[in-house]
């Protein structure tokens, strides 16, 4: 089938991989323009457009895809089918109609829950314990259209955001395949999704990162892993000046010590007492100006007295 495919960021590497794989004709690749990273401000190209160039596809940077220019880029190509994951701009009504078999959307999560921009970390943030991806016909509203399927996996209680967003991206990879497939073979089906049952996960923002010590352990162990890498949690209980969170662990112990509480901080972590009287142990982290590490390695140059 000729796809154009749009997708920015690592998640959609997998799908633009796939479909290369399974020998469809890519006839375009659109993604976001280049961006300023890191101290030196250098110009960094996204992942899809790396993957793009090295495959000798022809990669399009529209700044908008609203004032017409995408749409004629669109026609020149003539694409039957436009495949998104991870693209970062809603698309205008002429584009969505414009191929003959439509637009579909590598979704990470189980639709209709956590319509949005970060599915993957609300999921864990909730202390959901499953979540998936769901191949759809996209709508002018966002995450809104009919479902040709979805693929579920288990969160594993100590799953952060960086594993569960690999896991899905070749999930979504596979599953994307697999339904253009039984699009051009005239097989796909379309499930309305249930407007009653939706949930949405908008963006992340620095506001979410500070540790609350008198929530329950387990919500605070949730957010720990549903912040990583970006925006990480903080707190300010330990040091001069606050520290990132990276990785914790539920130790099961109880204690009846205040909300905040350091318990111990040695080679195992820094045992915190959380709200609800159970015990959250730091097992790695990040002071300012320094790496990320493990907890028991910081105590080596910061001990804290009890």
């Known amino acids: 089938m000729r796809i154009l495919f ?14 290369v794989n399974a020998g469809h004709e ?19 190209a996204p992942p899809v457009k790396e993957f793009a160039l090295a495959h000798d596809l022809p990669v399009f940077q529209p700044e908008t895809v609203k004032d017409g220019s995408a749409l004629a ?27 003959a078999y ?9 639709l209709p829950k956590y319509r949005g921009s970060a599915p993957i970390h609300w999921a864990i943030l909730n202390g959901e314990v499953e979540s998936g991806v769901t191949i759809m016909h996209m709508a002018k509203a966002m995450d809104a ?12 209680p100590n799953e952060t955001v960086e594993t569960l967003h690999d896991r899905l991206a070749q999930m ?14 005239g097989t796909a089906t379309r499930t309305p999704q249930d407007e009653s049952k939706v ?11 500070p540790l609350d010590w008198t929530r329950p352990a387990k ?58 009287g159970c015990v959250l142990r730091i097992k790695q982290l990040q002071a300012q100006g320094g790496k990320r590490m493990a907890a028991a390695d910081y105590l080596r140059g910061h001990p804290i007295e009890l």
């Open 199 to 209: 949930t949405f996960a908008p963006m992340l923002s620095r506001e979410l990162s």
């Open 145 to 156: 259209g009919d479902i040709i399927d979805q693929a579920a996996t288990p969160i594993d």
């Open 172 to 185: 979504g990879a596979t599953l994307l395949v697999d339904v253009v497939q039984r699009i051009k073979d």
């Open 73 to 99: 880029i669109i026609e020149q190509l003539q694409p039957e089918l436009i495949a998104v994951a991870a693209y970062g701009r809603i698309l205008p009504v002429e584009i969505l109609d414009y191929p």
């Open 6 to 19: 749009m997708g920015t960021p690592d998640f959609a590497v997998p799908s633009l991989e796939a479909l």
């Open 26 to 44: 890519i006839c375009g690749v659109f993604t976001q323009p280049d961006k300023p990273k890191n101290r030196g401000m250098k110009l960094q």
């Open 102 to 110: 439509g637009c579909i959307n590598v979704h990470s999560s189980l």
């Open 219 to 276: 919500c605070l162990h949730d957010q720990v892993r549903g912040l990583v890498p970006w925006p990480a949690t903080t707190t300010d209980i330990i040091g001069a000046q606050p520290v990132k969170v990276f990785e914790t662990e539920l130790t099961g112990q109880t204690t009846t010590a205040a909300p905040g509480t350091i318990l111990d901080a040695g080679k195992n972590g820094i045992d915190m007492a959380c709200g609800d």
